[in-house]
């Protein structure tokens, strides 16, 4: 492979894999190292209709990948954890990304993990021409692991602040999340999962589209809800038994891993329903009922679209996934709710501000910090199980201040985190240009 693939050479790599930029709608971009790793994952799962594409400063990173669309930008010899040297990269490389996209590209996901060089300054720019041709852009990014440090944190913070300015949606995988989620990860297969839900995201909304429904949702309808839609959130859920349509919808809708974030706040909902057509499992008309009644019951203000999809592997369970988009509230705006008043413009202390960013995507208790036990709760296995049993991010002062107070608590009194396996962010500021973003 040349150091630096010519548009020829790329040319050739559509055709060797049967795949032209005009055939599919959808493409994907793995940009960086954690983003081509995510995109690969996705490849290997043999998602159809989409394109896939790496794009880095690294030429071995890329060679490493089981799919032939790769471009190289720079030198080939990495960006040296430098977003500045990816940025100026991409932007040398300019027409070479444009020519990526065919005249049937209608949708694109930038995926990269944040933090590094890169993912952090390349994917802006991907992002940017992406846009600018007017197709529907969507990035979905990693944030570090705490243990990776608070320099690299803030890097991927900046990071996926630059990439929201030039996407209609911005979708945020907080690795550390993950760890709390997943209580099995090691520091080996940490990453893995984090390109699995990344994939999991992408395929999720690329399904929607691709895969015919009976009744069926198409890029129309992920364009309606997603175009200029504001904060925006991906959810799954599944459900069983007599009750497993509520059940699954109530599963999208209370997963720890959307932060209290209200699904129903927003101005645009797409639900898809998947249940399995064969005889003994399909669905009935009363278990259609319960969705029937469920979107009903949403405001009226709130623009909804439903379809239901088979999807025979499913067997007895049931699955949902719900995407929403339009909330209006933004920090600055929840604030003034809560004060009851406006207030004017502060200078921000630029330290404080990035302290905030961290705190707001990794909790209060980011970094060490010691917990101060009275001395008699010490040999107190309930008390010592319920203190264990709480994720680290919400061991705060108020809960040790309480669980002092009372020592007889037992571990089923804090809520614990429902170890889903489906895409359901929570949302962040919401930039003044640009696009919005998607947490989790």
């Given at each position: 492979?040349?150091?630096?693939?010519?548009?020829?050479?790329?040319?050739?790599?559509?055709?060797?894999?049967?795949?032209?930029?005009?055939?599919?709608?959808?493409?994907?971009?793995?940009?960086?190292?954690?983003?081509?790793?995510?995109?690969?994952?996705?490849?290997?799962?043999?998602?159809?209709?989409?394109?896939?594409?790496?794009?880095?400063?690294?030429?071995?990173?890329?060679?490493?990948?089981?799919?032939?669309?790769?471009?190289?930008?720079?030198?080939?010899?990495?960006?040296?954890?430098?977003?500045?040297?990816?940025?100026?990269?991409?932007?040398?490389?300019?027409?070479?990304?444009?020519?990526?996209?065919?005249?049937?590209?209608k949708m694109v996901f930038v995926t990269a993990g944040m933090g590094g060089g890169t993912g952090t300054g390349a994917a802006?720019?991907?992002?940017?021409?992406?846009?600018?041709?007017?197709?529907?852009?969507?990035?979905?990014?990693?944030?570090?692991?705490?243990?990776?440090?608070?320099?690299?944190?803030?890097?991927?913070?900046?990071?996926?602040?630059?990439?929201?300015?030039?996407?209609?949606?911005?979708?945020?995988?907080?690795?550390?999340?993950?760890?709390?989620?997943?209580?099995?990860?090691?520091?080996?297969?940490?990453?893995?999962?984090?390109?699995?839900?990344?994939?999991?995201?992408?395929?999720?909304?690329?399904?929607?589209?691709?895969?015919?429904?009976?009744?069926?949702?198409?890029?129309?309808?992920?364009?309606?809800?997603?175009?200029?839609?504001?904060?925006?959130?991906?959810?799954?859920?599944?459900?069983?038994?007599?009750?497993?349509?509520?059940?699954?919808?109530?599963?999208?809708?209370?997963?720890?891993?959307?932060?209290?974030?209200?699904?129903?706040?927003?101005?645009?909902?797409?639900?898809?329903?998947?249940?399995?057509?064969?005889?003994?499992?399909?669905?009935?008309?009363?278990?259609?009922?319960?969705?029937?009644?469920?979107?009903?019951?949403?405001?009226?203000?709130?623009?909804?679209?439903?379809?239901?999809?088979?999807?025979?592997?499913?067997?007895?369970?049931?699955?949902?996934?719900?995407?929403?988009?339009?909330?209006?509230?933004?920090?600055?705006?929840?604030?003034?709710?809560?004060?009851?008043?406006?207030?004017?413009?502060?200078?921000?202390?630029?330290?404080?501000?990035?302290?905030?960013?961290?705190?707001?995507?990794?909790?209060?208790?980011?970094?060490?910090?010691?917990?101060?036990?009275?001395?008699?709760?010490?040999?107190?296995?309930?008390?010592?199980?319920?203190?264990?049993?709480?994720?680290?991010?919400?061991?705060?002062?108020?809960?040790?201040?309480?669980?002092?107070?009372?020592?007889?608590?037992?571990?089923?009194?804090?809520?614990?985190?429902?170890?889903?396996?489906?895409?359901?962010?929570?949302?962040?500021?919401?930039?003044?240009?640009?696009?919005?973003?998607?947490?989790?």
């Amino acid at each position: 492979m040349d150091e630096n693939l010519n548009m020829d050479s790329l040319s050739s790599q559509f055709n060797q894999n049967s795949i032209s930029r005009d055939e599919n709608e959808i493409m994907v971009i793995g940009v960086g190292g954690g983003g081509g790793n995510a995109v690969n994952h996705m490849y290997k799962q043999g998602v159809d209709k989409v394109t896939f594409v790496a794009i880095n400063t690294d030429k071995v990173a890329l060679e490493k990948l089981d799919f032939d669309n790769r471009l190289v930008i720079g030198s080939g010899r990495g960006a040296g954890a430098i977003p500045e040297v990816a940025r100026e990269a991409a932007e040398r490389d300019l027409e070479r990304i444009k020519s990526l996209f065919g005249d049937k590209t209608k949708m694109v996901f930038v995926t990269a993990g944040m933090g590094g060089g890169t993912g952090t300054g390349a994917a802006p720019v991907v992002a940017r021409v992406a846009k600018e041709r007017g197709l529907l852009t969507i990035g979905i990014v990693t944030i570090p692991f705490v243990f990776e440090g608070r320099k690299k944190i803030l890097k991927a913070l900046d990071g996926a602040d630059e990439l929201a300015k030039h996407v209609d949606a911005l979708l945020i995988i907080n690795n550390e999340r993950l760890v709390e989620i997943y209580g099995d990860l090691n520091f080996f297969n940490a990453f893995g999962k984090a390109d699995d839900t990344l994939s999991t995201a992408a395929r999720s909304i690329s399904d929607i589209i691709n895969v015919p429904g009976y009744i069926n949702l198409d890029f129309n309808d992920v364009d309606t809800t997603l175009r200029n839609g504001g904060t925006a959130i991906i959810s799954t859920g599944y459900g069983e038994g007599p009750s497993r349509v509520t059940m699954a919808l109530q599963n999208a809708l209370n997963s720890p891993l959307l932060k209290n974030r209200d699904i129903l706040g927003s101005k645009r909902l797409l639900i898809n329903l998947y249940v399995s057509e064969t005889e003994d499992q399909t669905i009935a008309m009363n278990e259609m009922g319960q969705l029937s009644s469920f979107v009903d019951n949403i405001d009226q203000e709130v623009d909804v679209i439903w379809g239901v999809t088979i999807d025979n592997s499913l067997g007895e369970q049931v699955k949902v996934i719900i995407l929403a988009a339009g909330f209006d509230v933004t920090i600055r705006e929840e604030e003034e709710e809560v004060i009851g008043r406006k207030r004017e413009y502060q200078p921000v202390d630029p330290k404080k501000k990035k302290e905030k960013e961290i705190e707001k995507e990794y909790g209060t208790s980011f970094g060490t910090k010691y917990v101060v036990l009275a001395p008699e709760y010490m040999d107190d296995d309930r008390f010592i199980s319920e203190f264990e049993g709480t994720p680290t991010y919400l061991r705060d002062k108020r809960l040790t201040d309480s669980l002092n107070k009372a020592p007889a608590a037992t571990a089923s009194s804090v809520p614990a985190d429902d170890p889903l396996s489906p895409v359901m962010p929570q949302t962040s500021r919401q930039e003044k240009k640009g696009g919005f973003k998607i947490d989790f």
